[in-house]
């Protein structure tokens, strides 16, 4: 039995530090939407077809390894609500760990566009993620994202169960953790550290 955590929102609204964050928390594993762009894009070159297949296969097989193992997964993702294949992408993970006995948690973070364009500069951000490094580049991409997406529910709209929003504006990234924690009476495993963040 594994459970995911899927932490959806905008670029550069705080997903990858608030599942740090939860990782450290829970013991869970962790695999950010950019540690497979990251590698496909290293191998097969940017935006390529070969990196787009690469990168959804990387996904796909971590997620089946982490049901057959057993395994708790945390899972940071960029979502465009205003797309069906979207919606039925995330359902089949629900599905994928449902099967197995495990639970789907669906957190949404969201901030406003000034804060984000602030987070895409940090240093964090720039050590994790490789393809920021290029501030100008990466600026115009959140922006053009921005406009072309919409990378929040509306008010009022839930697409599962156990769909948790959160406006991390002005909140750590550790007490965002908390919340989830507690609205989803989640409990830490125990496990060693090289369990579940070996190399971090």
């Known amino acids: 039995m594994a459970n995911l955590i899927v932490i959806?929102?905008?670029?550069?609204?705080?997903?990858?530090t608030v599942a740090e964050c939860l990782r450290d928390k829970l013991r869970y594993n962790m695999m950010m939407n950019h540690d497979s762009i990251e590698l496909s894009d290293r191998i097969f070159g940017f935006a390529t077809p070969a990196q787009r297949e690469f990168n959804a296969h990387i996904r796909q097989k971590a997620f089946e390894l982490a049901v057959k193992h057993g395994v708790d997964m945390i899972f940071t993702?960029?979502?465009a609500f205003e797309m069906r294949e979207e919606r039925d992408y995330l359902t089949g993970l629900k599905d994928l760990f449902e099967q197995s006995g495990g639970t789907f948690y669906?957190?949404?973070?969201?901030?406003?566009?000034e804060t984000r364009l602030a987070r895409n500069e940090t240093p964090h951000r720039m050590e994790r993620?490789?393809?920021?490094?290029?501030?100008?580049?990466?600026?115009?991409n959140l922006l053009s994202d921005a406009k072309q997406h919409k990378l929040n529910s509306d008010?009022?709209?839930?697409w599962f169960e156990k769909h948790l929003k959160i406006d991390n504006t002005s909140v750590e990234p550790d007490e965002v953790a908390d919340r989830?924690?507690?609205?989803?009476?989640l409990k830490a495993r125990d496990r060693e550290e090289?369990?579940?963040r070996f190399g971090v």
Do not use: H
């Not at 959806?8 to 990858?16: I, L, N, S």
């Not at 669906?106 to 566009?113: K, Q, W």
């Not at 993620?129 to 115009?140: G, I, L």
């Open 155 to 158: 008010a009022g709209e839930t």
């Open 106 to 113: 669906f957190v949404e973070l969201y901030a406003g566009l």
């Open 129 to 140: 993620k490789a393809s920021k490094r290029n501030v100008a580049w990466s600026r115009e």
């Open 77 to 79: 993702y960029v979502c």
């Open 194 to 196: 090289r369990e579940y």
């Open 180 to 185: 989830i924690i507690e609205a989803f009476e």
């Open 8 to 16: 959806c929102g905008p670029q550069a609204v705080g997903k990858m």
